[in-house]
């Protein structure tokens, strides 16, 4: 005969299973999240933040911004999410999706990727504190200053 102490009992041990689960799928999800899928199309991501002295981080997250860079072509083609337009720069030296660079179309200075990291040369955007950083602190950033 199994008295109540027992079946409580054998009940607590079920739930560290019942929790490592639940963990373990969300830790999985997170990951799946963080990760930056576009180079399933050919694409690569800037992920830009600037200074914000009211948010609770210290930053804000600016916009994302794709790029779509052709070898063959030697060109890069870029857009925000959301916006209609569409720039197309044609003074490109293109190794691969991840390492490129490009002459802005006004001459007026350098961007590119280099080993999956973004970099221009624009003083502006240093002055004003604009930083270029990873899809996970990008993505870190954005989630504590909304909650």
Partial sequence: MITDDAEDTKEKEKRPGVWNSLFGTAFVLLVIYSIDWGFLKGEVTEYGIAACP???????????????????????????????FVD????????????WECNYNDGSGRFGFSNGLYWNDDE???EMGWEYVPRWRYLYIYWRNAF
């Fill in 54 to 84: 009211n948010c609770p981080t210290g930053m804000m997250t600016l916009n994302e911004q794709k790029y779509r860079p052709s070898l063959s072509r030697q060109e890069v083609v870029s857009w925000m999410p959301g916006f209609d």
């Fill in 88 to 99: 197309r720069y044609t003074k490109c030296a293109v190794v691969n999706r991840t390492n």
């Fill in 124 to 126: 502006k955007a240093k």
